[in-house]
């Protein structure tokens, strides 16, 4: 299963928009860029995924680099409740998680 | 009512004991998984199942076994629990695997 790099921990300021970083550089042409978040004591929660081309929905973006070795996540405007840890995972027929990112979010 | 409900939320067994985790679906998916949790790591897939007449071992099946008794319902068994099967299992479902998963509330077991 393809692997990615995730930084273990960023922050960010209420209200300030938020770049979350993966790289995927042995992505496989038929992966789909999942990203997931979780809070404190509950399951994940889907937030966006994509194939090739940027994507938007109402909770974030997501940017995939033309040659698909990397993307970025963005919450445009964080709030206190987007702390959790997010995770970039390259899907095929099943997620594997890694360790993901440990978003704070500081008032 | 939930799309994915688990059964129990919480729960304490003793080591050697055989014990039932169970998840069922609203979302009339096919797919569903079973993962675990361990403190400040992040999950790790047990077992998944594409139909009601497949399974397949994931990450760390080793201890476990699953049941598939319907579309919606996908129950985990450890079959003699240890104390390192401590831990926060989540079942999940997907439609077609491509796109976004339900994750339920998890089930906090403790094996002492």
């Known amino acids: 299963d393809a692997k990615t790099t995730q930084p273990n921990s960023m922050e960010s300021n209420e209200e300030e928009p938020v770049h979350l970083p993966c790289n995927h550089s042995?992505?496989?042409?038929?992966?789909?860029i999942h990203w997931y978040r979780q809070l404190p004591s509950q399951g994940p929660e889907y937030v966006i995924h994509?194939?090739?081309s940027n994507v938007n929905n109402r909770m974030a973006s997501l940017a995939i680099a033309e040659d698909r070795k990397s993307s970025t996540l963005i919450l445009h405007r964080a709030t206190l409740r987007d702390a959790a840890v997010y995770y970039c995972i390259l899907n095929t027929d099943k997620l594997i998680f890694g360790t993901g990112t440990r978003l704070q979010v500081f008032p | 009512d939930a799309d994915v409900t688990q059964t129990p939320r919480n729960r304490i067994t003793k080591t050697g004991k055989r014990i039932m985790l169970e998840c069922s679906q609203t979302?009339?998916?096919?797919?569903m998984y079973w993962y675990r949790q361990d403190p400040g790591l992040g999950l790790r897939l047990i077992y998944y199942?594409?139909?009601?007449?497949?399974?397949n071992k994931g990450e760390i099946s080793d201890g476990y076994s699953v049941s598939r008794q319907a579309q919606a319902k996908f129950s985990l068994s450890l079959e003699s629990a240890i104390p390192n099967q401590t831990a926060l299992y989540f079942c999940?479902?997907?439609?077609?695997?491509?796109?976004?998963?339900?994750f339920g509330s998890g089930t906090r077991l403790t094996v002492v």
């Open positions: 199942s594409f139909d009601v007449k497949d399974i």
């Open positions: 979302k009339g998916h096919d797919r």
């Open positions: 994509g194939l090739t």
């Open positions: 042995t992505i496989s042409g038929t992966d789909y």
């Open positions: 999940a479902t997907s439609d077609t695997g491509y796109y976004g998963y339900t």
